[in-house]
């Protein structure tokens, strides 16, 4: 490697640096700062961006870029990761940067309030500001990359996977929905209804609970914090992991599982290399990898019949009263029932695609200037009813039950079904590594399998695409095959 190279380096670890800062600003917004704090954190976050913004299209990055040479496959990776954050970040003027970060934080914290009182007027004419400069973003950044404007949104989140490759793949998984889901609501009805879990579950108990399984799939809490918040999310660096959940005392497995797929999210963050640290090349391979890893931790594992078989115990050391609601084969009946629902993060892992899958069309129709603001409550009303039967009551249950559009977080839904997809596929290869899988996590022993991820998947950073990743980790691409015979598997068997 060359001077220009090692500059490039220094620089993009501060910016990395100014990340992490704004990553801690914003968990805290969401889980520790006082309402009134609101203005002033969307001015700092906005700022912040600000400075990020001009370390990347500073002219001398343009010229150390030109000049830069690398030596070996993560050197070469990191400076071809470096050039593509250039060309997005220099398609936008800062003034265009902290606008968009200001108007997000302003519609996120009015969101909260329309949320509560499901009334969509609130928010509306801050979601058409956010909505505008997001179409101006994804116009300036579809120039830069050669993308259309709603790829270059996916972009920012998932590399390398555009809206045709996503269209095809969700059509199809409609159309074998409609056929599975009548099937598995039939086979469900016929083993008969669950017995409920008997609260009140004191949220001292919840919080503890949550810790120890958190735990017990290799959470280092000397590196990590488990708090609350309205939306559960993983936050943090590498170093400083911070996840958080919701509890509610009437209902233990909205804490519990919440867990468990933010601590999958939080084994990644931790696997990275921390060789290359603060550097493009050692973050992660994007969201859909990202979503595949807290899917297979929280879907695939904890919720098998082996790991059940743990976790059932430990609820009922717990909270005592019954064993027989915490036996493996009745917290299946609980913890994986298909029901046709309005709320995206309560579905079922087999339902789950419909709603991203909504939202996907919904996204690029407002970007693409198909959709204007104020008529989505009826478009989403109307494309929840085709894809599952059912139409919301109100907008709180229906086009404001989600952050992620009222943040800007445009492009990002489509990661949600390609990381469950891509998790299905990881666990059929971990299946076939680890023959003992099952008898492990009936011994709540998540060991082995952490290791191999943080192998096949953790330890890679974002040297591979999301593709690659996934030929390195099972030898082939993308397969929604895998999907459909674990769902197959579990539900229509």
């Known amino acids: ?38 203005a002033a ?18 002219p001398e990055v343009a010229e150390d870029l030109a000049a830069a040479t690398a030596e070996g496959e993560w050197e070469g990776a990191n400076l071809r990761l470096m050039r593509h954050a250039h060309r997005r970040a220099t398609a936008l003027p800062t003034s265009l940067v902290e606008a968009i970060a200001r108007a997000n934080s302003n519609c996120e914290k009015v969101w909260r309030v329309a949320k509560r009182d499901a009334d969509f007027a609130k ?6 500001e956010v909505v505008r400069l997001a179409r101006e973003e994804a116009q300036a950044y579809g120039g830069a990359l050669g993308l259309s404007p709603y790829d270059a949104l996916m972009d920012g989140y998932q590399p390398g996977v555009t809206a045709a490759d996503v269209a095809p793949v969700f059509a199809a998984y409609e159309a074998w929905l409609a056929e599975a889901l009548p099937r598995a609501e039939a086979i469900q009805a016929a083993r008969g209804p669950a017995m409920p879990l008997a ?7 919840q919080r503890e609970l949550c810790a120890a399984m958190a735990a017990t799939v290799g959470l280092d809490f ?4 488990l708090d609350e918040s309205l939306h ?6 590498p170093a400083d992991i911070r996840i958080t959940t919701f509890y509610d005392e009437d209902n233990v497995a909205k804490a519990l599982l919440g867990v468990l797929h933010e601590t999958g999210h939080a084994m990644y963050e931790r696997g990275l290399p921390a060789a290359h640290a603060r550097q493009p090349v050692g973050e ?6 990202h979503e595949s890893q807290s899917l297979i931790v929280e879907m695939q594992a904890s919720r098998s019949d082996a790991f059940l078989r743990f976790l059932g115990g430990r609820l009922h050391e717990t909270f005592g009263g019954d064993p027989a609601p915490y036996a493996a084969a009745n917290l299946g009946k609980l913890w994986r029932r298909v029901e046709r629902g309005f709320i995206r993060v309560d579905a079922d892992e087999m339902t789950y695609p419909a709603h991203v899958i909504l939202r996907f069309r919904l996204e690029r129709a407002m970007i693409e200037g198909g959709l204007e603001v104020a008529d989505l409550p009826t478009a989403w009303n109307e494309g929840l009813h085709r894809l599952l039967g059912i139409t919301p009551p109100d907008d709180a249950r229906g086009c404001l039950q989600d952050i992620h559009w009222h943040d800007g977080a445009f492009g990002y839904f489509p990661s949600y079904t390609l990381g469950a997809m891509a998790a299905a596929q990881l666990m059929a290869a971990l299946r076939r590594a680890e023959p003992e899988l099952d008898a492990q996590l009936a011994q709540g022993d998540m060991g082995p399998m952490m290791r191999w991820l943080g192998q096949a998947v953790h330890a890679q950073g974002a040297r591979l695409g999301f593709q690659d990743l996934l030929r390195h980790a099972t030898g082939k691409p993308l397969d929604p095959a895998d999907f459909t015979a674990h769902l197959t598997a579990r539900y229509l068997a």
């Open 1 to 38: 490697m060359n001077d220009a190279y090692a500059r490039l380096t220094a620089r993009f670890g501060r910016i990395g640096a100014i990340g992490e800062a704004a990553g801690i600003l914003s968990w805290d917004a969401s889980a520790m700062m006082p309402p009134g704090g609101g």
């Open 41 to 58: 954190r969307g001015e700092q976050l906005a700022a912040l961006a600000g400075i990020r913004h001009d370390l990347l299209v500073a």
């Open 123 to 128: 928010v509306l004419p801050l979601l058409e």
């Open 199 to 205: 609260g009140p579950f004191p949220v001292a108990k």
């Open 222 to 225: 000397a590196h990590a914090r």
């Open 232 to 237: 559960p999310f993983c936050g943090g660096n």
């Open 284 to 289: 992660a391979a994007g969201m859909a990898a």
